[in-house]
């Protein structure tokens, strides 16, 4: 039988054959039309055909133009056709349908030299012009039966009743599958020569021609060879059709082309700044749907900035890859790296994890974000859904309210051992030191962080008006009411801490967190335009206050180890650490930046001894808010209206006099200044509190 079927054919017989199918179908008419009734119910409605719409992937731009990524079902940008070179356009035509200008949308010439052609000898040429192909590219399979072209006959000649042949050779080029993933002709231009098709010379332009008929087989990636032998095909047949010289095509022929690396060209993993984009998603998806997001070419500006995010990336892998090492973990990211490359990827990731958020004081935008060291291994994001015990990070919003109720900054508070009784239990607390100090000033209790005499403040005023000012600054976790909260229990993320730690920096004023910036449809329609929500969560003055103490926690507290980590501008934060060092914290500011930074182990597990929130999350911050504080150049902290400013006694915390050995100059919330003047005398020694520097 296969030897019967290879033989050619007399042309005179096939030609008679022909003549008689011919005739055949004249008096199978009436049948015919009952079946082309059948099959026309299965195909898209009129106004499907006159909303032509094929799908386009969504971009996602970062704050500089930067693209971040896309999303997308079909790898697809639209361009109009005044923007693909006429010589792309002319060689498609030449070599898939050169009638396509004549032809209603079934070229019957030609399929009767194809039926000749196929009858007469071996060779299988197609039939199918442009517009067919179009009719199945956008609403048919690529099955070969009758019924399907008879389909696509049909839908070919409706399409050509509604649409202009340069709106049909507009879609078809832009619908096309050229390998890769890439669907249309800028696609392609951009995954193969890593340009856009209007900068596109000749030589390029009809090698993407050529490689429609067998994308793979084509792919300049794989088989440049014979990409090139298929472009010079192209070429004879645009001589043919006459819209070349030979010796233009020469020309062309004789150039070569450089493709970009194909390994640079690979599907899109989780890649720079992941849980960032991954957090961008799932806002568009639940504003707009999966089907407008992947399908319908949304325009989308984010907040990220590139150059900030990549010095966040940076340290907080480098650093938590240093501790590993110096603590010997059993295992660690590089191991966890390993196992996967072999197949033998752990269930748990169990190797130290760190997440990294920075926000734009004024504005809310979110800069940067890391929500742990590796999206592939954990989609997780520490930054934005994982609760962890806040620790001493949360120790300002406990002085903020002591301000509140009348403390100063060089109010005297006892570092001296005692016990609560709950209702519940006893509770003790302790200090990180292990021993007391007696008295210290509120300003050193915090920029320290010594645990007792911030214990002891429940005493004084309670839960209710520092939970207050914890709503107020944007928390909305649900606390615990209990006195540990004063000493950080309970849970909470790092985005609400960095939200809080921007208010105190932005003269009170919290700002509601961002991502994006901008959403346009693919035809440049706004759909969302950013506005800035913001309200006074606490008084200016407070603010500053909060402010010029944790700047001495950074300057001369827990926090002074920056100075050598890469941070010298001007600043303010806090250190924060919780019990057997299962959560180690930072979070600090400058006048227009807010970063935190959070490491630990997915489970509550212990970092080991001195994992404090000073070794093992300052360092990171200081790598990258030094570099920007670097880049933006050194801001003061305005002082605003009202703070007053005296020279006080640290012993006694009153006026000072010329007797105190142990002064310094301190601010006021205005009316909270000191009255009394210092009744005490100098003791001979130089005055000063022992410093404890273990910090949390």
């Not at 049909?168 to 832009?174: D, H």
């Not at 985005?495 to 921007?502: C, D, H, I, L, N």
């Amino acid at each position: 039988m296969k030897r019967f079927l290879d033989l050619a054919i007399p042309r005179r017989l096939a030609v008679g054959l022909l003549w008689a199918l011919a005739a055949t179908v004249v008096l199978a008419l009436p049948g015919s039309l009952i079946a082309l009734d059948r099959l026309s119910r299965d195909l898209p409605s009129l106004g499907a055909l006159q909303a032509i719409e094929p799908s386009v992937k969504t971009i996602i731009f970062a704050a500089n133009g930067d693209t971040l990524r896309e999303f997308y079902t079909e790898n697809r940008t639209l361009v109009p056709l005044n923007r693909i070179p006429p010589v792309l356009q002319n060689a498609v035509i030449a070599t898939e349908d050169r009638r396509f200008r004549q032809h209603y949308g079934l070229d019957m010439r030609r399929l009767v030299q194809v039926v000749l052609i196929n009858l007469t000898s071996s060779h299988s040429p197609g039939a199918s012009t442009l517009t067919q192909q179009l009719a199945r590219n956008l609403f048919l399979t690529q099955e070969k039966t009758v019924s399907r072209k008879l389909k696509e006959m049909i839908l070919a000649l409706q399409i050509e009743r509604i649409y202009t042949k340069d709106e049909i050779l507009a879609m078809y080029l832009n619908q096309i599958y050229l390998g890769k993933g890439a669907y249309g002709v800028q696609a392609a231009a951009h995954t193969f020569f890593g340009k856009d098709i209007w900068d596109l010379g000749p030589p390029a332009c009809t090698m993407i021609a050529g490689m429609i008929q067998m994308p793979e087989h084509y792919s300049p990636f794989k088989h440049l060879d014979a990409a090139y032998r298929r472009r010079g095909i192209v070429l004879e047949s645009m001589i043919k059709g006459g819209y070349l010289s030979r010796p233009e095509a020469e020309a062309i022929g004789t150039t070569d082309v450089q493709p970009v690396d194909g390994s640079l060209a690979s599907d899109q993993d989780a890649g720079f700044a992941a849980f960032f984009i991954e957090e961008v998603r799932k806002q568009l998806e639940q504003d707009y749907g999966a089907d407008k997001l992947y399908r319908e070419g949304l325009r989308v500006w984010t907040t990220l900035q590139p150059s900030y995010q990549i010095w966040m990336e940076e340290a907080l892998e480098n650093h938590l890859a240093t501790e590993e090492k110096a603590r010997d973990y059993p295992m660690t990211r590089a191991i966890y790296d390993s196992l996967a490359a072999t197949g033998q990827r752990p269930e748990k990731v169990d190797y130290l994890q760190g997440a990294a958020l920075l926000e734009d004081v004024r504005t809310g935008a979110i800069l940067g974000m890391a929500g742990g060291r590796s999206f592939n291994d954990s989609r997780w994001n520490m930054a934005t859904q994982a609760l962890r015990q806040p620790g001493s990070i949360f120790k300002p919003f406990v002085y903020l309210t002591a301000l509140q109720q009348g403390y100063t900054p060089c109010s005297i508070l006892m570092d001296t051992p005692f016990v609560l009784d709950t209702g519940v239990s006893l509770w003790r607390p302790r200090n990180f030191s292990g021993h007391f100090q007696g008295p210290v000033t509120l300003r050193y209790a915090l920029s320290h962080s010594i645990n007792t005499p911030t214990a002891k403040l429940y005493q004084d005023f309670g839960l209710a008006p520092m939970l207050e000012n914890v709503k107020r600054l944007g928390f909305t976790t649900d606390l615990p009411r209990v006195p540990a909260l004063f000493l950080g229990a309970g849970e909470v993320t790092l985005k609400e801490v960095v939200g809080a730690y921007s208010a105190f920096a932005n003269h009170g004023v919290y700002v509601d967190q961002h991502l994006i910036e901008r959403v346009e449809s693919a035809t440049g329609d706004i759909l969302f335009q950013n506005q800035i929500h913001q309200r006074e969560a606490i008084d200016p003055g407070e603010a500053y206050m909060m402010t010029d103490l944790l700047h001495t926690t950074l300057d001369e507290g827990t926090g002074k180890g920056a100075k050598w980590r890469g941070f010298t501008k001007t600043g303010a934060g806090k250190t924060g650490t919780t019990n057997e060092s299962t959560n180690a914290w930072f979070c600090g500011f400058t006048p227009s930046f807010c970063g935190g930074v959070w490491v630990g182990f997915d489970q509550d597990l212990p970092m080991g001894r001195g994992a404090t929130g000073a070794r093992m999350a300052l360092p990171i911050w200081a790598g990258f808010m030094g570099k920007i504080a670097d880049e933006k150049g050194d801001e003061p902290f305005v002082r605003p209206p009202g703070i007053a400013v005296k020279m006080v006694c640290l012993r006694s915390g009153k006026l000072a006099t010329s007797q105190c050995d142990s002064t310094a100059e301190e601010v006021f919330l205005p009316g909270h200044e000191p009255r009394e003047v210092c009744n005490l005398r100098g003791t001979g020694d130089n005055g000063n509190p022992v410093f404890d520097t273990d910090g949390f």
